[in-house]
């Protein structure tokens, strides 16, 4: 009828010029002879791109109907291809951005053998729904145990559960406010309830991992998972890899540093004894026994046994370390601060007299014997006059070296930091380098800013080390433009660092940009991590962008903002939810 009428239009007519566009939306495939722009505007109006759309979901419907049709087959199927087929559709799902929660859901009715719970969990994992790949992840674990695969307590049984725990956030409070839950206590409370299930617990999956195989590796991760928030149960997990596998280095390391931490230098030259047994020149064990010497003649020289304290110099002084940099300075501080303090003025006089010799530099030696006379309790001494802005750089760049180097705390006046800061023109890039990271050191963000932002003006083999202070401080800022630009920052560092086989600046960078990335507090979430390097192109416009501002984050000394506790948030309705009904039923 509609035809009909269109026909009986005549042509010389207005109406006529509608007639074509009319047939067209009524069925017709024949072309449209008036091709104005007028016309075309009308078709797309009124037909919404259906044609195509149309084609979409045709083929779209074949597809389904042939993913229905095998389903039914897969498990009649031979297991290498019934592997092959579910990684093929995994595959081709995800890279074509289907929802990967209802795939899951749609194999799992017709293929729940543990291979294919493995499978899709590793899709998942490549979607970052940690959440939702841990219960196939469990389930697949048990049921290779029940059948036989392997047994309860083996190496394999002992991986899985290290990726598994590897797979749980290490920032907690992405945990809590994923599920909803409002502390930590409310949380075990709810695993010991079975409102939630136990594997969503870091530290249980990697204590079962080490029950199945205490392999160096879980009790790395879990000396490492303890250290953030229990530093006891960290040592305990500490000392039983040591007695595992007594013959490794890195668990004594690690109790040396946690017994210098809190003030144990006894025990700590206990473990180094041991150390040294097993491997007396390796440079972390040399590094820590300096460490533990110099902190015990500081020790002694605030309790007033100065001869003790000479000892223990005398030690210093012979070690390798001494001869590096200004450390010997360092050392000579401490035996003019011990004869101070034994009232000793002779002694006082040659330790300063010596001093002077090897530090040559007046606003140097006058931080350096300030900062030590301060830390043990004695006189500083009266500085000396005021002396030329270039010495004033030089200086405060010393100093901060030396000072990160032996590890201490370091009091600077802040109109000498704002003074250093104003003209850094006649810095040197390593002046500059040590004023920008001496000021992270010193909490001073402004200098380093000021200092790195100097430095990224000029190519050189420090390029990646000015980009990387760059981005700690700006990861510090509150601001998401600054945190923003810091992850270009590190992502750009790492990348040039790695080009130039700096591995302890590729590591210092990855370490910044996990923390950078692990958590946004504003949003609750995980935001997408770009695990890309950096193109040539994208790092030129970095440093561009970098090389073209001068703005400071914040004040000399200002401490870094403190992180805001994220939101409490209503429960998530997730995949876990779904998928536990599911794991009753199966095999």
Same mark, same amino acid.
């Given at each position: 009828?509609?035809?009909?009428?269109?026909?009986?239009? %005549?042509?010389?007519?207005?109406?006529?010029?509608?007639?074509?566009?009319?047939?067209?939306?009524?069925?017709?495939?024949?072309?449209?002879?008036?091709?104005?722009?007028?016309?075309?505007?009308?078709?797309?109006?009124?037909?919404?791109?259906?044609?195509?759309?149309?084609?979409?979901?045709?083929?779209?419907?074949?597809?389904?109907?042939?993913?229905?049709?095998?389903?039914?087959?897969?498990?009649?199927?031979?297991?290498?291809?019934?592997?092959?087929?579910?990684?093929?559709?995994?595959?081709?799902?995800?890279?074509?951005?289907?929802?990967?929660?209802?795939?899951?859901?749609?194999?799992? &009715?017709?293929?729940?053998?543990? @291979?294919?719970?493995?499978?899709?969990?590793?899709?998942?994992?490549?979607?970052?729904?940690?959440?939702?790949?841990?219960?196939?992840? @469990?389930?697949?674990?048990?049921?290779?145990?029940?059948?036989?695969?392997?047994?309860?307590?083996?190496?394999?049984?002992? &991986?899985?559960?290290?990726?598994?725990?590897?797979?749980?956030?290490?920032?907690?409070?992405?945990?809590?406010?994923?599920?909803?839950?409002?502390?930590?206590?409310?949380?075990?409370?709810?695993?010991?309830?079975?409102?939630?299930?136990?594997?969503?617990?870091?530290?249980?999956?990697?204590?079962?991992?080490?029950?199945?195989?205490? @392999?160096?590796?879980?009790?790395?991760?879990?000396?490492?998972?303890?250290?953030?928030?229990?530093?006891?149960?960290?040592?305990?997990?500490?000392?039983?890899?040591?007695?595992?596998?007594?013959?490794?280095?890195?668990?004594?390391?690690?109790?040396?540093?946690?017994?210098?931490?809190?003030?144990?230098?006894?025990?700590?030259?206990?473990?180094?004894?041991?150390?040294?047994?097993?491997?007396?020149?390796?440079?972390?064990? &040399?590094?820590?026994?300096?460490?533990?010497?110099?902190?015990?003649?500081?020790?002694?020289?605030?309790?007033?046994?100065?001869?003790?304290?000479?000892?223990?110099?005398?030690?210093?002084?012979?070690?390798?370390?001494?001869?590096?940099?200004?450390?010997?300075?360092?050392?000579?501080?401490?035996?003019?601060?011990?004869?101070?303090?034994?009232?000793?003025?002779?002694?006082?006089?040659?330790?300063?007299?010596? =001093?002077?010799?090897?530090?040559?530099?007046?606003?140097? &030696?006058?931080?350096?014997?300030?900062?030590?006379?301060?830390?043990?309790?004695?006189?500083?001494?009266?500085?000396?006059?005021?002396?030329?802005?270039?010495?004033?750089?030089?200086?405060?760049?010393?100093?901060?070296? =030396?000072?990160?180097?032996?590890?201490?705390?370091? %009091?600077?006046?802040?109109?000498?930091?704002?003074?250093?800061?104003?003209?850094?023109?006649?810095?040197?890039?390593?002046?500059?380098?040590?004023?920008?990271?001496?000021?992270?050191?010193?909490?001073?963000?402004?200098?380093?800013?000021?200092?790195?932002?100097?430095?990224? *003006?000029?190519?050189?083999?420090? =390029?990646?080390?000015?980009?990387?202070?760059?981005?700690?401080?700006?990861?510090?800022?509150?601001?998401?433009?600054?945190?923003?630009?810091?992850?270009?920052?590190?992502?750009? *560092?790492?990348?040039?660092? *790695?080009?130039?086989?700096?591995?302890?600046?590729?590591?210092?960078?990855?370490?910044?940009?996990?923390?950078?990335?692990?958590?946004?507090?504003?949003?609750?979430?995980?935001?997408?991590?770009? @695990? *890309?390097?950096?193109?040539?192109?994208?790092?030129?416009?970095?440093?561009?962008?970098?090389?073209?501002?001068?703005?400071?984050?914040?004040?000399?000394?200002?401490?870094?903002?403190?992180?805001?506790?994220? %939101?409490?948030?209503?429960?998530?309705?997730?995949? =876990?939810?779904?998928?536990?009904?599911?794991?009753?039923?199966? %095999?």
């Amino acid at each position: 009828m509609a035809l009909a009428n269109l026909s009986a239009i %005549p042509v010389p007519s207005d109406p006529s010029r509608l007639v074509p566009v009319l047939r067209r939306l009524l069925g017709e495939t024949a072309p449209v002879d008036d091709r104005s722009p007028a016309v075309a505007t009308l078709l797309r109006a009124v037909s919404g791109g259906r044609a195509p759309l149309q084609a979409h979901l045709s083929r779209l419907s074949r597809a389904l109907a042939a993913i229905q049709d095998v389903l039914p087959l897969l498990p009649a199927l031979p297991a290498a291809l019934r592997q092959l087929w579910i990684a093929t559709l995994l595959h081709h799902g995800l890279r074509r951005d289907w929802n990967p929660e209802a795939l899951v859901r749609m194999l799992l &009715r017709s293929a729940s053998d543990p @291979d294919a719970q493995r499978l899709m969990a590793l899709a998942l994992e490549r979607t970052r729904m940690w959440d939702s790949a841990l219960p196939l992840w @469990d389930t697949y674990l048990m049921a290779m145990i029940r059948t036989g695969g392997w047994p309860a307590a083996c190496p394999e049984t002992s &991986r899985v559960l290290l990726h598994m725990a590897d797979l749980v956030p290490s920032d907690f409070r992405e945990v809590l406010a994923l599920f909803g839950v409002g502390s930590e206590a409310e949380f075990r409370a709810l695993i010991a309830a079975k409102v939630l299930p136990a594997f969503l617990d870091r530290g249980s999956l990697l204590e079962r991992a080490r029950a199945a195989d205490p @392999d160096p590796r879980v009790f790395r991760a879990l000396v490492a998972h303890y250290a953030q928030g229990d530093r006891k149960r960290a040592e305990a997990e500490a000392e039983g890899w040591r007695r595992a596998h007594p013959h490794d280095l890195e668990p004594l390391l690690y109790l040396i540093r946690a017994a210098e931490g809190r003030g144990a230098l006894r025990k700590a030259l206990g473990l180094l004894a041991d150390a040294e047994s097993i491997n007396g020149v390796h440079p972390e064990v &040399r590094q820590s026994r300096y460490r533990v010497l110099l902190a015990s003649a500081e020790r002694r020289i605030s309790e007033g046994k100065a001869a003790l304290a000479g000892a223990d110099l005398d030690r210093l002084e012979r070690e390798p370390r001494a001869g590096e940099g200004d450390h010997l300075a360092y050392l000579l501080a401490l035996r003019w601060v011990a004869a101070r303090r034994a009232a000793d003025a002779q002694a006082a006089v040659a330790a300063e007299q010596a =001093l002077t010799a090897r530090l040559d530099n007046p606003v140097a &030696r006058d931080l350096l014997l300030g900062a030590v006379a301060r830390s043990l309790g004695a006189e500083p001494p009266r500085p000396a006059g005021p002396a030329s802005h270039s010495l004033t750089i030089d200086g405060l760049a010393r100093v901060c070296d =030396l000072f990160r180097a032996v590890h201490r705390p370091l %009091p600077v006046p802040r109109e000498l930091i704002a003074r250093v800061e104003r003209d850094l023109a006649g810095a040197s890039i390593t002046q500059l380098h040590s004023l920008a990271a001496g000021g992270v050191w010193i909490g001073a963000p402004s200098l380093s800013d000021a200092a790195s932002g100097r430095g990224l *003006a000029h190519d050189g083999p420090l =390029l990646h080390r000015f980009l990387l202070i760059r981005g700690r401080v700006l990861a510090a800022a509150m601001a998401q433009r600054d945190r923003d630009r810091a992850r270009q920052c590190l992502r750009a *560092a790492r990348e040039l660092a *790695a080009r130039s086989r700096d591995m302890e600046a590729v590591r210092e960078a990855s370490a910044a940009l996990q923390a950078l990335l692990g958590f946004d507090p504003w949003v609750g979430r995980v935001p997408t991590r770009d @695990d *890309a390097p950096p193109t040539h192109e994208e790092i030129r416009r970095i440093l561009a962008a970098e090389r073209g501002r001068r703005d400071a984050q914040s004040g000399p000394g200002d401490p870094a903002p403190r992180r805001p506790r994220p %939101p409490r948030r209503p429960r998530r309705e997730s995949m =876990l939810q779904t998928l536990l009904p599911l794991m009753e039923d199966w %095999p």
